[in-house]
């Protein structure tokens, strides 16, 4: 199982070093990471195998708060042109909305629905 924990971070020199060290300290391995943000606040998601480390691991920073997580699905894709495009037409003739995606290492592509199971149905093939 993956997981996407979406967690807000005050957006100034540090805070990543500081949230990205705790998670490293607690020994999970970020297979992913994506930031935006451009205010006062940034929203981080990060792609991990289980969540209880890492609620752990940020509640004793008091840097960050976690907003939400979900499962996710990660497609081992190939690095070529239309790729996405052709997961992209798989879940959407599945019926299946997207509302997260981005990617991970290893040549990964992250997706996030509320139709987690249509979702992989519609990646397996």
Do not use: W
Request: glycine share 8%; charged share 25%; hydrophobic share 45%.
């Amino acid at each position: 199982m993956s997981v996407d924990i979406v967690i807000e971070v005050d957006n100034k020199p540090g805070t990543l070093a500081t949230v990205a060290a705790a998670i490293s300290d607690a020994g999970v391995n970020l297979a992913a990471a994506t930031c935006i943000g451009r205010g006062d606040k940034a929203e981080l998601h990060i792609l991990v195998p289980h969540a209880e480390p890492v609620r752990h691991a940020l509640a004793l920073t008091h840097q960050a708060v976690i907003t939400r997580e979900h499962e996710v699905v990660v497609a081992e894709v190939h690095d070529r042109p239309g790729e996405l495009a052709d997961l992209a037409r798989k879940i959407a003739e599945a019926g299946v909305n997207v509302d997260t995606i981005y990617v991970a290492t290893g040549n990964r592509v992250v997706f996030g629905s509320d139709d987690i199971d249509g979702l992989r149905r519609a990646l397996a093939d």
